[in-house]
């Protein structure tokens, strides 16, 4: 290592409103004011027994509110706070223009209006389609599903109908790897198919074997990642369509690792019949603590006609929507995250052909030099925007804990589990090399230190270690629980 | 446009100088950035996607142009769907980097301001339905519904397959309900409704043993507010179903508690609060009973203690969901709405009480208020339906209700066509000063 630096523990010290020698936290809503208020009554528009008696909540001025708001936020880490490697997350910068064109007035319209009367949200949408169908060299788009787990879902129910459609509806089930996750599992399992679960191979990629013995005339689909989530691009990937294909199944991409590929390969070029694509992780609209995203799904020519309904497309006198022919219907009462897709739409327009190219490219660099700088063994490679590395005889959860105390957002831990103690790490394109650098110093610094130290973390957050099993023992989901 | 951190052709969005990469590249022992992927040749993209990069500016203006080709239309829209007015406060708070750019709360400690305003939320929920179990979020009220119906599978004691719908349903939220139950056994079958309500006779024929839920909404699709939840309520309990029902925070304000006349569960659109008109996008509440909570889909905030014994809250109960449990979980959801869930406990929270029930009842006043003067037009009949109403009601025209349509869309406003003589009309205090308007407008249109 050159250019070793001390990890400072500076810069990050969460609000934790010390008042005297005590924290003080921020008071819940209904501890500040709780007004009731009684429904109905002679002044009510409504007979007595269509109301409710009476309505309680806090009552609070708009000073107060931002106050109250602006303190919660102070308790919380964003991405503009410090490095958020997150593995398989894809926590990139969420440009801020992108914010307001979301934000452009006309944009707020309703979806019940006429074909005629929406030609530029119909438009922005075809152009979407268009542009996520060249990025993963897919035919047809659909930009219905409000999330990646959506996505899988309809990609899932496309395969299902179009088997169906081909009087194959024995198909009964669905190959997932071990390192898959566990969406992959969870919407299988939701489409109503039983999931086959495949181990990898000693290098960390599908096993050939194990997926021809798996493989069979009741395969749906298999559903894979690619780079796979060790960030490990799968080499046989054509071996893996073939398979797949050859008794007849489909071949599923999960689009959570799309950030490594970008101009580099097509999931439509390796053999994928359908795939989502994650664009709150690669297309940088914000996860928004926890969602919305979106899940927009792309496909091969054969199974547009089983995408949801409806889709956009230009005719002759503007752009209309129209329900694909055999359309397995709707999985979003509307149209899916709107805002989220017009958020997208601007990210790719900003980036292009070759900002979208070196997006990737950066990504792919810093990940490689953030693990050769971390002191943590990386045991599979070569890897692309994210690796999984081991914390050995540490406790990967206590890892993370410590590396809070550091001033950084921790990888994901204790997954994928083919790696035991796992550390997946995506810093992704928006680290500077002095970010990385900054934030390997904070790795180094808590591989270096003794399991007490760890297990004591973390003590400069807002909150000290939680007790996870005091939250599931004594589940309390709303104030009116505290009160008890 | 180049600078230092913007080579020209690369994402501004990456720091890196040519100088800073080649050290990089030197650190890693690489020749060049290509070589880091590890893609084969065969497989290996190297054509264009054609997509010219633009600057900020330039796609300012591109969907400015594209938006505003748009019509400038004053919406009488509704039908699950309903913007009201957000305050500024709502848009400034929320688009706090802390919470805009986080992901999903893995990291109590460094997260609890997002997981007490989930809390928050949470707590807002569960007041409006007197149901103790909430969730931080599903994508939407059609989702929420898929969901309810998988919670009531995976609750059945005995067996049971039907799942009871009223006939008049938005069709969106049908079909997005029939393919969530797609991989159950369950059955999707629609009851009568009369004069827009439950057909409480004909639903209690309708219930048996089989039956696993039974779900109404209030208000319902065409704007009625139901007149029996008990007595529906009743039936679901004496089949051993679950009473699932529709609603929405705002009209909770003031319609019937759901706790209170028997609800099981309560899904619907939060998004009523926080979020203006956005082409659909909503956020899907669930909220359920105390009994159902190992059952429950989705991420659930709850309250413990930190190691300074200080209160603290966190995700809880996750082995129900597919990160830990996979194929066995209770929902494949993942990404959620969260944000949107700050938004509606940020807008809940600055209204009060007070606020929220003004603004409840302006959607029942507005609704009879417009109703009224549309019905004193000749050649339209408002409301068709002999019932109280919340937001929304159904006329009928004379005229062809598409032609009508038609015409009110040359004069600047927008309104639902549900028949071949009936259109949907929707008012909110957003709307309420333009009603004048839209009146002059049906005189004109119904001729």
Redesign the interface.
């Known amino acids: 290592m050159t250019d070793d630096r001390e990890p400072t523990m500076t810069g990050y010290d969460q609000a934790r409103w010390i008042d005297g020698d005590e924290p003080r936290y921020e008071p819940l809503l209904s501890e500040k004011d709780e007004t009731t208020v009684e429904v109905g009554g002679d002044d009510g528009p409504l007979p007595d027994d269509l109301t409710r008696d009476d309505l309680t909540l806090p009552e609070l001025s708009e000073p107060e509110l931002a106050r109250h708001y602006t303190r919660l936020s102070q308790m919380n880490y964003g991405i503009e706070s410090g490095p958020y490697p997150l593995g398989s997350c894809t926590m990139k910068y969420n440009p801020k223009f992108t914010e307001d064109v979301a934000a452009l007035p006309g944009a707020a319209v309703h979806p019940d209006r006429p074909d005629g009367t929406l030609q530029g949200t119909l438009e922005l949408m075809a152009h979407l389609q268009d542009y996520l169908a060249r990025i993963g060299g897919m035919d047809e788009v659909s930009l219905q599903p409000p999330a990646g787990a959506a996505g899988e879902f309809v990609g899932i129910l496309v395969a299902k109908a179009y088997h169906e459609h081909n009087d194959e509806g024995h198909r009964s089930e669905v190959i997932v790897p071990d390192s898959a996750h566990g969406t992959n599992f969870a919407t299988a399992a939701l489409a109503g198919y039983d999931v086959i679960e495949v181990p990898s191979a000693e290098d960390g990629r599908v096993d050939l074997d194990a997926l021809e013995a798996a493989a069979s005339e009741d395969t749906a689909a298999f559903m894979l990642t690619n780079p796979n989530t060790l960030g490990l691009f799968e080499r046989n990937i054509e071996a893996v369509a073939e398979i797949v294909h050859g008794v007849g199944g489909l071949l599923y991409y999960d689009g959570a690792n799309l950030n490594a590929l970008l101009g580099r390969a097509r999931p439509g070029d390796m053999g994928f019949d359908v795939m989502h694509y994650n664009v709150h992780k690669t297309f940088a609209t914000p996860h928004g603590g926890g969602g919305p995203g979106a899940g927009p799904v792309g496909v091969v020519e054969k199974l547009a006609p089983f995408l949801p309904a409806p889709r956009v497309r230009e005719r002759d006198d503007g752009f209309e929507r129209f329900d694909p022919e055999y359309t397995i219907g709707k999985v979003h009462g509307f149209e899916g995250n709107w805002l989220v897709l017009v958020k997208a739409f601007a990210y790719i327009a900003r980036l292009g052909d070759d900002g979208l190219r070196d997006a990737s490219a950066k990504a792919v660099l810093n990940a490689n030099y953030l693990a050769e700088r971390i002191g943590y063994e990386v045991p599979h490679g070569p890897f692309h925007h994210e690796f999984v590395a081991s914390a050995g005889d540490q406790d990967a959860a206590d890892v993370a804990k410590r590396m809070l105390d550091y001033g950084v957002h921790p990888p994901t831990t204790k997954w994928p589990d083919i790696v035991s103690e796992a550390l997946m790490t995506e810093p992704t394109e928006i680290e500077s090399r002095d970010s990385l650098d900054d934030l390997a110093a904070a790795f180094e610094a808590v591989r270096e230190e003794d399991d007490e130290t760890l297990a004591a973390a973390p003590d400069r957050t807002t909150a000290r270690r939680i007790d996870q099993t005091e939250a599931a023992r004594n589940p309390r989901l709303s104030w009116h629980d505290l009160a008890d | 446009m180049t600078d230092r951190y913007h080579q020209a052709?690369?994402?501004?969005?990456?720091?890196?100088t040519e100088a800073?990469?080649a050290?990089?590249?030197d650190?890693?022992g690489?020749e060049s950035?290509?070589d880091?992927?590890?893609?084969?040749e065969?497989?290996?993209?190297d054509g264009?996607?054609?997509?010219?990069?633009?600057?900020?500016r330039e796609?300012?203006e591109?969907?400015?142009?594209?938006?505003?080709?748009?019509?400038d239309?004053v919406?009488f829209?509704g039908?699950?769907?309903h913007?009201h007015y957000v305050?500024s406060?709502v848009?400034h708070?929320a688009?706090?980097?802390?919470?805009?750019?986080?992901?999903?709360?893995?990291?109590?400690?460094?997260?609890?301001?997002?997981l007490?305003?989930?809390?928050?939320y949470?707590?807002?929920?569960?007041?409006?339905t007197g149901l103790?179990?909430?969730n931080?979020?599903m994508?939407?009220?059609?989702?929420a519904l898929g969901e309810a119906a998988?919670l009531a599978a995976r609750l059945r004691q005995v067996d049971g397959t039907r799942v009871l719908v009223p006939e008049l349903l938005?069709p969106?939220?049908r079909?997005?309900l029939?393919?969530?139950v797609?991989?159950?056994d369950l059955v999707v079958e629609t009851y009568p409704t009369a004069d827009a309500n439950v057909d409480v006779d004909a639903l209690a024929d309708a219930a048996d043993d089989d039956t696993v839920m039974i779900y109404a909404e209030n208000p319902t699709v065409r704007g009625t507010?139901e007149?029996h939840l008990a007595d529906i309520g009743r039936i679901a309990d004496d089949a051993g179903a679950l009473f699932c029902l529709g609603s929405d925070p705002v009209a909770?304000?003031?319609?019937?508690?759901p706790a209170?006349v028997g609800a099981d569960v309560v899904v619907g659109?939060a998004s009523v609060l926080g979020m203006?008109?956005?082409?659909?996008?909503?956020l899907g509440l669930f909220v359920t009973r105390e009994e159902f909570?190992r059952q429950v889909p989705g991420?659930?905030?709850?309250?413990?203690?930190?190691?300074?014994g200080?209160?603290?809250?966190?995700l809880?109960?996750q082995?129900r969901?597919?990160?830990?449990?996979?194929?066995?979980?209770t929902?494949?959801?993942?990404?959620?709405?969260?944000?949107?869930a700050?938004r509606t406990a940020?807008h809940?929270?600055?209204l009060?009480?007070?606020?929220?029930?003004d603004l409840a009842?302006t959607c029942?006043?507005e609704a009879?208020a417009l109703a009224a003067d549309l019905d004193s037009i000749d050649g339209i009949d408002a409301p068709i339906h002999d019932r109280?109403h919340f937001r929304e009601f159904v006329a009928r025209t004379d005229r062809r209700a598409a032609a009508v349509?038609d015409d009110l869309?040359e004069a600047g406003f927008?309104v639902?066509v549900v028949g071949d003589h009936e259109v949907q009309v929707c008012v909110t205090e957003r709307t309420e000063r333009r009603t004048d308007d839209l009146v002059a407008a049906f005189e004109e249109a119904a001729r």
């Open positions: 052709g690369g994402t501004p969005f990456a720091p890196h800073e990469t050290a990089m590249l650190a890693i690489a950035e290509v880091l992927f590890d893609i084969p065969s497989v290996a993209f264009e996607f054609g997509i010219d990069a633009r600057t900020e796609i300012r591109e969907c400015g142009r594209l938006f505003g080709e748009n019509d239309l919406e829209l039908r699950n769907h913007g305050p406060l848009d708070l688009d706090r980097q802390e919470f805009l750019t986080s992901y999903t709360q893995y990291q109590p400690e460094i997260t609890q301001g997002f007490q305003a989930l809390f928050e949470q707590s807002i929920l569960a007041e409006v103790g179990v909430p931080a979020s994508y939407d009220a059609a989702t998988t938005c969106g939220r079909s997005v029939d393919n969530y797609a991989g159950t507010i007149e909770l304000a003031i319609l019937e508690e209170s659109d203006p008109t956005s082409y659909g996008m909503g909570i991420r659930l905030v709850g309250v413990s203690t930190d190691d300074a200080n209160r603290a809250y966190t809880t109960l082995t969901e597919q990160h830990i449990r996979r194929e066995r979980a929902s494949n959801i993942c990404t959620n709405q969260a944000w949107v700050l940020i809940a929270a600055m009060g009480a007070s606020g929220l029930v009842e029942v006043r009879e109280h349509r869309l927008a639902h």
